[in-house]
């Protein structure tokens, strides 16, 4: 852990923040400020930059966490880590837009919030210092793969995994137990997966071919999921089909 990494705190709930600001200054990191509002919190990481702002989703005001981000962004692309007590898809969708590094659902315990700040932390050093890896949130294996999912890596056998979808440099693994997003290129989970279970079927797309229940002309349906074929895909998805 850096001594020296600064984080801004932006957070409408004062016992929150300061919970936040004292587990995080034993911690050792440097506390830049504590912002309630958006607007504020637009100013201060212009005037004085964090290396990592910890924002609360749900900010009362015109500005919500969401759209600050999107505000400081347009200046300085400053790490993000999102407190959310919302979790509807609308939501996370929205907040997934603005690519930030983690969530920490509330209530949060302490070694939750120690555990994603470090490893968000060494991320940012990672990238820093050009030793980051496009594939350090996934590690495939022969028949499972490994995901960095709430600050630790969790198993997942490549049977569970029904399609995954890309989002820029995000995807996500759409499973039999769950969705679970992790950073890293779709390009870059093609490469590693076996060809003869796994296509791709469009630009944002991957399927597992055992787990299609309709092939139809122009989309594919998994676990009532429709998902588009493209046509330079289209190909490439028959052959794969008729070797089954």
């Known amino acids: 852990m850096e001594k020296n990494t600064r984080i801004l705190i932006v957070e409408d709930d004062m016992i929150i923040a300061a919970n936040l600001s004292l587990q995080l ?3 050792g990191y440097e506390i830049t400020g504590i912002e309630s509002r958006g607007e504020e919190a637009v100013v201060h990481a212009r005037l004085n930059p964090p290396d990592l702002i910890l924002m609360d989703v749900n900010l009362k005001g015109t500005l919500d966490g969401i759209e600050t981000v999107k505000k400081i962004h347009e200046v300085r692309n400053v790490p ?3 407190l959310t007590a919302n979790n509807d898809e609308a939501t996370f969708n929205r907040a997934k837009s603005t690519r930030p590094k983690a969530f920490i659902s509330k209530p949060f315990n302490k070694l939750n919030l120690q555990r994603n700040v470090a490893l968000v932390v060494e991320h ?3 990238e820093k210092n050009g030793n980051g890896s496009e594939t350090g949130d996934v590690a495939v294996l022969n028949d499972r793969v490994f995901i960095r999912h709430q600050g630790k890596m969790i198993k997942l056998m490549l049977d569970q995994i029904l399609y995954i979808e890309a989002d820029r440099n995000y995807c996500k693994l759409a499973t039999s137990i769950g969705d679970y997003l992790v950073v890293c290129t779709l390009k870059t989970i093609e490469h590693e997966l076996d060809p003869t279970k796994f296509v791709r079927v469009h630009r944002s797309f991957m399927v ?4 299609l229940d309709v092939v139809a002309e122009s989309h594919l349906e998994i676990s009532r999921k429709t998902i588009p074929v ?4 289209k190909e490439q998805l028959m052959a794969r089909l008729h070797m089954l």
């Not at 597992?208 to 787990?211: A, P, Q, R, T």
């Not at 493209?230 to 895909?233: A, D, E, L, R, W």
């Open 230 to 233: 493209s046509k330079s895909y």
């Open 80 to 82: 993000i880590i999102y």
């Open 25 to 27: 200054s034993q911690l």
């Open 208 to 211: 597992n071919l055992s787990k």
């Open 124 to 126: 940012i050093d990672s």
